[in-house]
Structures are given as C-alpha cells and as structure tokens.
C-alpha cells in the first residue's frame, strides 16, 4: 500500500470524526437537492470546495499537481453532490464531500 493511500485511510475517518462542522456543509443533503433546483447552491458548491481544497493543502501528498481534484471540475463536483445527496437526503454536504474526496483520492493516487 503506497504511503499517501495509507495516510488517506488513516486520515479520512479523523476528517469526518473532527469537531462539528460549521456553515454551508453542516445543512442536509435535502437543503443541497432544493437549492440546485432554485440555481442557489453555490454557497455550498463553494464550501465543498474549500473544503477539499483544505484536504489539499493539509492532507494530500500525492504526485498530482491538482491534488485530489485531479481533472474534476466544479461541474463533476456539483453532479457527483446531486447524486450523493439524492440517494442519502438525511446526509450533509460534509459527508458527501467526505466520501468524494475519498473516491477523487483513490483516482489520483
């Protein structure tokens, strides 16, 4: 197992286990589904954003000059959220962009 793969499944359950989470991620995975629908998501888009790219910046030592962002836009990041958030509607955006940056991870590695 490579070491930033180690570093990611050792990490990852710290990420999502960390104090609570405050702003837009901390809303429902409903509340996400509702605003895509009025176009008024891009707080949230943008939170998940950051919210990788903290991953990034504290987190990922892998070889890909994009991190763990790879070639996904926020385009792909906003459609793999609808999907996420329509499937787990209970869920939050955290949790949601907790389990893409595991899945964006695993590709960049």
Aim: hydrophobic share 45%; net charge neutral.
């Amino acid at each position: 197992m490579r070491l930033g793969t180690l570093m990611l499944a050792l990490l990852i359950p710290v990420i999502s286990a960390a104090a609570p989470i405050m702003g837009a991620g901390a809303s429902s995975c409903g509340e996400w589904v509702e605003d895509r629908k009025q176009d008024i998501y891009h707080a949230k888009l943008h939170w998940i954003q950051g919210f990788i790219s903290a991953y990034n910046q504290y987190v990922y030592y892998g070889k890909n000059p994009n991190g763990v962002f790879g070639s996904a836009d926020h385009k792909a990041i906003a459609v793999w959220m609808d999907n996420y958030c329509q499937q787990n509607p209970l869920s939050s955006p955290h949790d949601g962009a907790v389990l893409l940056i595991r899945e964006l991870a695993r590709r960049a590695n």
